[in-house]
């Protein structure tokens, strides 16, 4: 299942507030570098919310250029000493509830 625009929405905007970076300039994909970290935490919680979808068809909604390097790198993000696995956590928390409270 992929998700909504809504939902995709929502991983950017929680993102982004986490991280400090601009979610609109994020979707739109004209931040990079250091501005670009909202974007990294909103792939990695939709990779983990929805695991079936494609990878780089979520990279391309979260506004990254080159969508199949984006999901290749992911893993060097997580390995960056600004990373924190607590972020995609509430991120990913967030899209569940949406989730659950739709299915309540």
Request: charged share 20%.
């Amino acid at each position: 299942m992929f998700p909504t625009a809504d939902q995709i929405a929502t991983a950017i905007v929680t993102a982004c507030r986490l991280t400090g970076s601009n979610p609109v300039l994020i979707a739109l994909g004209t931040e990079g570098g250091e501005k670009a970290r909202g974007r990294h935490i909103a792939l990695a919680a939709l990779v983990e919310a929805f695991p079936d979808a494609r990878r780089t068809g979520l990279a391309r909604s979260c506004g990254y250029r080159t969508p199949a390097s984006a999901v290749s790198n992911l893993t060097n993000f997580r390995k960056q000493s600004w990373w924190r696995e607590a972020w995609v956590d509430e991120v990913v928390g967030e899209l569940v509830s949406e989730q659950y409270a739709e299915a309540g």
